[in-house]
Structures are given as structure tokens and as C-alpha cells.
């Protein structure tokens, strides 16, 4: 049973539009979320992270919204760049110290 | 400063023969986390260590799997026997406690034939 889920597997998105990468969760524990992008051959790299007293953490170019009562999230990149074509993969935690969960990832492309 | 570093990088065996993945973390970091990543599944987490001690192990698929870390500096994730389903890239990452800041290192693509 996936408890962090991204339902997009893939992502195509015209360069300098705004890019909208989902993620919902199920366990209602889970305070603290992130974002890690993957590029091909490499390991994931961390993003931006949100928690969940919040609902927006910016970070220049990405945005990631929380609706706890919805327990969905979206990572905002505007504008998109050739270099934001990669795997974004949803996590959550329980806890600061605790383990991630992550989701399966959507593959985001850039088109020129 | 070097990050987080697994060897080997590719590894391609036959079913049966036993498998050892090696990590070495990130110097000063005193979690340790192996993940598997495959198509049906994403990213998920096998078991961590904290300050060289297994805390979670709850996503070791079975028995065949096994995880040691034996000092600050280095882990290994052993399967015997291999078998086919065991076909993923496994990843290693390091953090001194703080979850956002897991550094991960570049993945061993495993395949067994």
C-alpha cells in the first residue's frame, strides 16, 4: 500500500511555463514533506521541503504548496528551464529524525 | 569534498552467485540509508543505521537480504543467493540527522541473470 503517491508518471511542459508536479499522501502522521530531483545515472538530490505548520515554502524558481485537509501537495516551477528535465520524486516523514517515504517519481520534460 | 561513494558501480552476475554493494558515506554523518529503486516500485527505503547500529530493517525484502555497517566509514548490502527479481539500482545516502540533507551517492545498477 503506497502511502506517498505520485499519479503522473510523466511530465511535458513547453520551456518558460510553468511546470505543476503532484503528490498526495495517505498517512495522516506525516508532518514534514520534500521534494528530490533525479537526474539520469546520478542519485536523488534534495530539493525543497515544506512543514506541514506551513502551507507554501519558496525557494527562487520552485514553490511546494501544502493542503493538509486535501493531504496533497504540488511542486511549482516557474518558469522552467531545459536544465529542471529530471525525476521528481515526493517524500514524507513522521518525524524530523525519521525515515522517508518516497513516491514513485514523474518524469518532468522540458520542451524547447 | 567527496560525497557519498558506492562501489561497484555496475554489477552483472548470475542467479545464485552472492552479491555485495559497498558504501562509504559522507565523513562526519552518522545516518546511513540503502534504498532500491525500481520501475514497479520508486524508491524504497531497505534499512538505515544510526551511529553504525541498524534501527530500521523493516524493508529488507527476505532473508537473502543483509546489512552491516562496521564502522563510520563504510556499509555493505549483501544478497545470497540473487535471483532475478533482485534487478534494481540500489543507493546508498548519508545525513548527520537531518532528513532533508540526505546525500545520496550515485547508485550500483544491479542485474541478474
Known amino acids: 500500500d503506497q502511502q506517498v503517491k505520485q499519479n503522473s508518471p510523466s511530465l511535458s511542459v513547453q520551456e518558460g511555463r510553468i511546470s505543476i508536479l503532484n503528490c498526495d499522501y495517505t498517512?495522516?502522521?506525516?508532518?514534514?514533506f520534500l521534494w528530490y530531483k533525479k537526474y539520469p545515472a546520478e542519485g536523488p538530490t534534495f530539493l525543497i521541503s515544506?512543514?506541514?505548520?506551513?502551507d507554501k515554502n519558496e525557494d527562487g524558481r520552485f514553490t511546494v504548496f501544502l493542503n493538509k485537509s486535501a493531504k496533497h501537495l504540488s511542486l511549482h516551477i516557474v518558469p522552467s528551464q531545459p536544465g529542471d528535465s529530471a525525476v521528481y520524486f515526493c517524500?514524507?516523514?513522521?518525524?524530523?529524525?525519521?525515515?522517508?517515504?518516497f513516491g514513485k517519481g514523474t518524469r518532468l520534460h522540458i520542451l524547447p | 569534498d567527496a560525497g557519498v561513494i558506492q562501489s561497484p558501480r555496475h554489477e552483472v552476475t548470475e542467479m545464485g552467485q552472492e552479491v555485495t554493494l559497498r558504501c562509504k558515506p559522507i565523513?562526519?554523518?552518522?545516518?546511513l540509508f540503502w534504498y532500491r529503486q525500481t520501475m514497479m516500485r520508486g524508491l524504497e527505503l531497505l534499512i538505515y543505521?544510526?551511529?553504525?547500529?541498524?534501527?530500521?530493517d523493516s524493508g529488507m525484502p527476505e532473508d537473502r537480504f543483509s546489512a552491516k555497517m562496521p564502522n563510520a566509514s563504510f556499509s555493505t548490502l549483501k544478497i545470497q543467493p540473487s535471483e532475478p527479481r533482485d534487478s534494481a539500482v540500489y543507493f546508498c545516502?548519508?545525513?548527520?540527522?537531518?532528513?532533508?540533507?540526505?546525500?545520496f551517492g550515485d547508485g550500483t545498477r544491479l542485474s541478474i541473470l
Open positions: 545516502a548519508s545525513t548527520k540527522g537531518e532528513i532533508e540533507a540526505q546525500h
Open positions: 498517512n495522516s502522521m506525516f508532518d514534514y
Open positions: 515544506i512543514s506541514s505548520i506551513k
Open positions: 517524500a514524507a516523514s513522521s518525524g524530523r529524525d525519521d525515515k522517508i517515504i
Open positions: 565523513s562526519g554523518h552518522d545516518y
Open positions: 543505521f544510526n551511529n553504525n547500529v541498524p534501527i530500521d
